[in-house]
């Protein structure tokens, strides 16, 4: 079946501008995660949804990052003025339930570049 | 709160030898565990995981790896490593309350012939 979907895999903005990530998680998914992926810094916690509750926003480095899902499905990762510190690659992931004994899905990525 | 460690950035293995990827974690409560494996451009992909029961598990591609709860680790291994074994390796925990799993830093696994 397929996968985690992201778009678009690669992405190169100007700093300043902003930017939409998307992330279209398996089907049935209830569980959907966002992580950034720095060079040696491993993968850092963004922002968590799990079905209609309230998202677990707690990683989100400053008010210029945001995220919403819609229909408990697809969701999109924005980032206002972008700055150089932004580039990363942003890794979405999904699972069954979000109970803490599920291995997440993981898609390929965005890589984000801000010139 | 919780974290994870990998104190190696880097393993280095010849093709056939056993291989070790150390993980040591820390958290409040019974942790849930995991090994995850990064090729080029590619998402993360789960390769095991320890919940609970035997504290040897074993998970794809011929990997497993080793709860210690004395020691806090979760040691990544494979008896016979293949140059096809090289990418980057991730541990990460969660507990059954906590929303967000918690990774490491990763290290990378170079398997030469």
């Known amino acids: 079946g397929a996968g985690v979907s992201q778009s678009p895999s690669n992405k190169v903005t100007e700093k300043g501008k902003d930017v939409e990530l998307r992330c279209d998680p398996i089907?049935?998914?209830?569980?959907l995660y966002w992580y950034r992926q720095s060079l040696g810094q491993g993968l850092e916690f963004l922002i968590y949804?799990?079905?209609?509750?309230?998202?677990?926003k707690s990683g989100l480095p400053s008010d210029r990052f945001s995220a919403e899902r819609t229909g408990g499905s697809v969701s999109t990762l924005t980032i206002q003025r972008t700055q150089q510190e932004d580039s990363a690659v942003y890794l979405c992931?999904?699972?069954?339930?979000?109970?803490?004994?599920?291995?997440?899905?993981f898609g390929n990525g965005t890589r984000l570049t801000v010139t | 709160a919780q974290s994870v460690a990998q104190p190696e950035d880097q393993v280095n293995v010849a093709e056939g030898n056993p291989l070790t990827v150390k993980c040591t974690y820390s958290?409040?409560?019974?942790?849930?565990l995991f090994w995850y494996v990064q090729y080029p451009n590619r998402g993360l992909q789960f390769l095991l995981k320890?919940?609970?029961?035997?504290?040897l598990v074993k998970g794809s591609y011929g990997f497993e790896a080793e709860f210690n709860k004395s020691q806090t680790s979760f040691h990544l291994k494979k008896p016979s490593a293949l140059v096809s074994d090289s990418a980057l390796y991730f541990c990460?925990?969660?507990?059954?309350?906590?929303?967000?799993?918690?990774f490491g830093t990763g290290t990378r696994l170079q398997v030469t012939l």
């Open positions: 992931a999904s699972s069954p339930r979000g109970q803490g004994n599920s291995p997440l899905h």
């Open positions: 089907s049935g998914h209830t569980a």
């Open positions: 949804f799990q079905g209609n509750s309230a998202p677990d």
């Open positions: 958290v409040s409560g019974n942790p849930y």
């Open positions: 320890y919940i609970t029961g035997d504290n």
């Open positions: 990460a925990v969660n507990t059954g309350t906590a929303s967000k799993l918690t």
